[in-house]
């Protein structure tokens, strides 16, 4: 579990729709909520400057856009960040709006740790480069599994361009003065309203498809994991759905409870960087889990260290290229 951040004053309302929040320590808002965006055009989760984030959601009291800042004297990773919300869902939104920017996360024990010591020198450079960047927790089950069940066995390129369609065609408009093209995601009944045209025209094939409606058939017990503790007993609950393994529960948990070990094993990149980063030469998902087995229990923050270092696999291999699924 990630051992929570305690600030150093509660975070406080400052107006009506507005909480400003001393997030104790440094924050990078920009790489903590980046990790929930699909490119710059991203109709739900927009970084506009690094201490400048819009997030779209719906909350159970409805829609809400919000608005994530800096504020006040001191350095700017250690500002206060105040958060501005519109729409039904805003005084909801703004209870939980710390944990999405990493409120409930800290790296203060793995930095004291033996295991934070025997990391790589460039690793433990790029945390001393990037310390404002925390691990978010949103709650959000349904959204981010839909999310990651499109980026299923295709490209990053293919799976934004598909969310980015079936969202603005599927949602609403987001509530109060939220950038254009932002949108609220659907909801359960939208997402299983989709026709079987519209998945099509997104360049989703039809096992992806199918498992986002069983997803959106199972929203409300996905939803009540939100705030399910992050353990052994939350993979099985979510990897009980047809069509969620062990790469997809990775990709939603990080997210959704700030989990810093799950790895995504099964993904087309990931094994093979961090791999040659350990042992220069390509390996597998089973010689990734051996290499980043002294860091168990922190194996993810160990993954977003190795991302925030610039490390780059040499290119060997020819690229994965999309395929058109909209005439099968």
Do not use: N
């Given at each position: 579990?990630?051992?929570?951040?305690?600030?150093?004053a509660?975070?406080?309302?400052v107006?009506d729709?507005?909480?400003?929040?001393?997030?104790?320590?440094?924050?990078h808002?920009?790489?903590?909520?980046?990790?929930?965006?699909?490119?710059?055009?991203?109709?739900?989760?927009r970084?506009?400057?690094?201490?400048?984030?819009?997030?779209?959601a719906?909350?159970?009291?409805?829609?809400?856009?919000?608005?994530?800042?800096?504020?006040?004297?001191?350095?700017?990773?250690?500002?206060?960040?105040?958060?501005?919300?519109?729409?039904?869902g805003?005084?909801?939104?703004?209870?939980?709006?710390?944990?999405?920017?990493?409120?409930?996360?800290?790296?203060v024990?793995?930095?004291?740790?033996d295991?934070?010591?025997?990391?790589?020198?460039?690793?433990?450079?790029?945390?001393?480069?990037?310390?404002?960047?925390?691990?978010?927790?949103?709650?959000?089950?349904?959204?981010?599994?839909?999310?990651?069940?499109?980026?299923?066995?295709?490209?990053v390129?293919?799976?934004?361009?598909?969310?980015?369609?079936?969202?603005?065609?599927?949602?609403?408009?987001?509530?109060?003065?939220?950038?254009?093209?932002?949108?609220?995601?659907?909801?359960?009944?939208?997402?299983?309203?989709?026709?079987?045209?519209?998945?099509?025209?997104a360049?989703?094939?039809?096992?992806?498809?199918?498992?986002?409606?069983?997803?959106?058939?199972?929203a409300?017990?996905l939803?009540?994991?939100?705030?399910?503790?992050l353990?052994?007993?939350?993979?099985?609950a979510?990897r009980?759905?047809?069509?969620?393994?062990?790469?997809?529960?990775?990709?939603?948990?990080?997210?959704?409870?700030?989990?810093?070990?799950?790895?995504?094993?099964?993904?087309?990149?990931?094994?093979?960087?961090?791999?040659?980063?350990f042992?220069?030469?390509t390996?597998?998902?089973r010689?990734?889990?051996?290499?980043?087995?002294?860091?168990?229990?922190?194996?993810?923050?160990?993954?977003?260290?190795?991302?925030?270092?610039?490390?780059?696999?040499?290119?060997?291999?020819?690229?994965?290229?999309?395929?058109d699924?909209?005439r099968r």
């Amino acid at each position: 579990m990630p051992t929570p951040a305690a600030p150093s004053a509660p975070p406080r309302p400052v107006a009506d729709g507005e909480l400003v929040w001393d997030p104790a320590g440094p924050l990078h808002l920009g790489q903590t909520l980046g990790v929930l965006a699909r490119g710059a055009g991203d109709p739900v989760v927009r970084v506009l400057a690094p201490d400048l984030v819009w997030v779209v959601a719906r909350t159970p009291a409805g829609p809400v856009s919000a608005c994530f800042s800096r504020t006040g004297p001191g350095g700017p990773l250690r500002r206060p960040v105040r958060v501005r919300a519109w729409g039904p869902g805003a005084a909801e939104f703004l209870a939980e709006a710390p944990r999405w920017a990493g409120a409930e996360d800290s790296w203060v024990r793995f930095e004291a740790s033996d295991a934070f010591r025997a990391l790589p020198h460039p690793l433990r450079a790029a945390r001393h480069h990037h310390p404002g960047l925390r691990l978010p927790s949103t709650g959000r089950v349904l959204d981010r599994a839909v999310v990651s069940v499109l980026e299923q066995r295709v490209t990053v390129r293919e799976a934004v361009a598909a969310h980015r369609l079936l969202v603005r065609r599927h949602g609403e408009p987001a509530p109060g003065p939220a950038p254009d093209g932002m949108r609220v995601p659907p909801t359960a009944e939208a997402w299983r309203a989709v026709p079987v045209w519209e998945w099509h025209r997104a360049g989703v094939d039809g096992a992806r498809a199918a498992t986002v409606r069983r997803v959106a058939e199972r929203a409300p017990a996905l939803e009540r994991l939100g705030g399910a503790p992050l353990d052994a007993q939350l993979h099985r609950a979510l990897r009980s759905v047809p069509g969620l393994g062990p790469w997809t529960v990775a990709e939603i948990v990080q997210c959704t409870h700030g989990d810093p070990d799950s790895v995504s094993v099964f993904d087309f990149h990931l094994a093979s960087s961090v791999c040659w980063f350990f042992d220069r030469r390509t390996g597998d998902d089973r010689r990734m889990l051996e290499l980043l087995e002294p860091w168990r229990g922190d194996r993810q923050r160990v993954v977003r260290l190795l991302r925030a270092s610039g490390f780059r696999k040499p290119s060997f291999a020819p690229r994965l290229h999309p395929e058109d699924h909209r005439r099968r």
